[in-house]
T-cell receptor, first 110, second 113 residues
Framework: GQNIDQPTEMTATEGAIVQINCTYQ??????LFWYQQHAGEAPTFLSY????GLEEKGRFSSFLSRSKGYSYLLLKELQMKDSASYLC???????????FGPGTRLSVLP | SQTIHQWPATLVQPVGSPLSLECTVE??????LYWYRQAAGRGLQLLFY??????ISSEVPQNLSASRPQDRQFILSSKKLLLSDSGFYLC????????????FGPGTRLTVT
């Protein structure tokens, strides 16, 4: 079956660093994606990993370990505008089938 | 640049009524197109995707259907809505190449009463 797990909610302080974890069990694997979704809005693409290791993009970094079925999104120098849900998604080997996790709602406090 | 449109933005429909949601993409050719549903406080559920005109793949059996009559147009339909069809419907597109990151439209919030 297809299963992706993420913590439901996290809270962090402005200026801090937060790590959002994602574990997956899917029938195939052809890339892992992170999206940001502000309340009531559409998701926006943040990052993509297909090989093991760390991908850095400004304040955002994403890590992947395929052998462990594990990824994390690291947000540095948190800002109030980073308060949003963060969605982990896996593309399996079958065409364009994407499986999304339930999302982690991050609240950044002053 | 590419733009994706969805309409309507919000919709309230009675149980048993039909549904038609439309999505169009501008600024790209032959995109992959997707329909997702997001229930309140939940993740995205892939409903349909299309890799070309007339080519539709269904991921979840239900009372919804999709069609792609033109290259950049994707339509989600139902003949009879159920209460469980309420949710936030999102259309997305991607290129036909790695990494296939998706770009989402503004969404339609559907309430079935």
């Amino acid at each position: 079956g297809q299963n992706i797990d993420q913590p439901t909610e996290m809270t962090a302080t402005e200026g801090a660093i937060v790590q959002i974890n994602c574990t997956y069990q899917t029938s195939g694997f052809n890339g892992l994606f992170w999206y940001q979704q502000h309340a009531g809005e559409a998701p926006t693409f943040l990052s993509y990993n297909v090989l093991d290791g760390l991908e850095e993009k400004g304040r955002f970094s994403s890590f992947l370990s395929r052998s462990k079925g594990y990824s994390y999104l690291l947000l540095k120098e948190l800002q109030m505008k980073d308060s949003a849900s963060y969605l982990c998604a896996v593309r399996d080997n079958y065409g364009q089938n994407f499986v999304f996790g339930p999302g982690t709602r991050l609240s950044v406090l002053p | 640049s590419q733009t994706i449109h969805q309409w309507p933005a919000t919709l309230v429909q009675p149980v048993g009524s039909p549904l038609s949601l439309e999505c169009t993409v501008e600024g790209t050719s032959n995109p992959n197109l997707y329909w997702y549903r997001q229930a309140a406080g939940r993740g995205l559920q892939l409903l349909f995707y299309s890799v070309g005109i007339g080519q539709i793949s269904s991921e979840v059996p239900q009372n919804l259907s999709a069609s792609r009559p033109q290259d950049r147009q994707f339509i989600l339909s139902s003949k009879k809505l159920l209460l469980s069809d309420s949710g936030f419907y999102l259309c997305a597109w991607s290129l036909h190449s790695e990494p296939y990151e998706q770009y989402f439209g503004p969404g339609t919030r559907l309430t079935v009463t």
